[in-house]
């Protein structure tokens, strides 16, 4: 099984973006994948502003990527791009943090014109980092995330199916990692 590290980007104590991250996280460990949550919010705010990659906590995050097998990139969606706690961390990145892994991009915003902000402005970040597999990432509007009732997650079936398939896209993909072409599958 692979260790995954799920980011959440959101600076909000309050967030629907860790709502539906915990909610992926949660599905991707029912599979027996050792799942492992990031709260970047949580990082020393003076460490990640002044890129102190010396600092404990950042060292410890930096690990956990280079660690992980799989990462899932969780980020609200701010004036068509990701959030900057994200971008201020994935500064922090070695060049080469996220080759060989598979990524999961997931993005949460209030409106659909915010939908195409995974692929043209968090995809490119992620491919610059060496990711090796980026699989089709899941834009779901905040309304559609319901993280303070305590009733499901994911209200709206068809989000839920939606969510469903991007989970199992990237479960298909992590079950490539580590295979080595044959003849017959080359």
């Not at 980011?7 to 709502?19: E, F, K, N, Q, V």
């Not at 659909?112 to 980026?134: C, E, K, W």
């Not at 303070?148 to 490539?176: H, K």
């Amino acid at each position: 099984m692979a260790t995954i590290l799920v980011l959440t980007g959101s600076p909000s104590a309050r967030s629907r973006t860790a709502a539906l991250a915990r909610y992926v996280g949660d599905e991707l460990a029912l599979d027996g994948h050792d799942v492992a949550v990031l709260a970047l919010r949580e990082l020393p705010a003076d460490a990640l502003l002044g890129a102190d990659t010396a600092a404990p906590a950042i060292a410890a995050a930096v690990r956990q990527v280079i660690a992980a097998d799989a990462v899932v990139v969780a980020t609200p969606i701010y004036k068509a791009s990701y959030s900057g706690l994200l971008k201020v961390f994935l500064d922090l990145l070695p060049q080469s943090a996220l080759q060989g892994k598979v990524v999961l991009p997931l993005a949460t915003g209030g409106t659909l014109a915010h939908l195409l902000a995974i692929d043209y402005s968090l995809r490119p970040v992620l491919v610059s980092l060496g990711a090796r597999h980026i699989t089709t990432g899941r834009f779901v509007l905040d309304t559609h995330i319901d993280h303070t009732s305590g009733g499901p997650v994911l209200a709206d079936e068809g989000t839920r199916e939606c969510v469903t398939r991007t989970a199992d896209a990237f479960r298909a993909a992590l079950g490539e990692v580590g295979r080595v072409p044959t003849l017959a599958t080359a």
